[in-house]
């Protein structure tokens, strides 16, 4: 989302991300996060505290005064490049270890019929 400011109106904040104001918090489709400071005075919304507390990334280009603000992360972000040991069915249904990988660097693909 792009703005030219920290404020924007509850319409525009739902119509660009998906998120809107309810009491409960700020919500999209089941999930709400309490946001008791995402509202200013005058109904606008806040987007420094929305990007608190939606852990969207905020982001501001000075010269021009412009900022984008990211999508939200869920909360979810890597703390470690570390993956678990896993160990699941090679091409022939063999059980194969992830951890017999170790020191090598690893690319995995993962993919879904949905």
Do not use: Y
Request: aromatic share 6%; proline share 8%; with cysteine.
């Amino acid at each position: 989302m792009l703005l030219d400011s920290l404020t924007t109106t509850p319409e525009m904040f739902t119509a660009r991300t998906g998120w809107s104001v309810r009491p409960e918090g700020l919500c999209k489709g089941d999930r709400c996060v309490p946001a008791p400071d995402a509202l200013t005075d005058d109904g606008l919304i806040n987007i420094e505290a929305v990007a608190q507390h939606l852990a969207m990334p905020l982001v501001t280009d000075e010269e021009s005064g412009w900022r984008a603000l990211g999508p939200e992360s869920g909360g979810s972000t890597l703390t470690t490049t570390e993956v678990p040991d896993l160990t699941l069915p090679d091409a022939d249904g063999n059980p194969f270890r992830l951890r017999s990988l170790l020191g090598r660097k690893v690319l995995l693909v993962a993919w879904a019929s949905w």
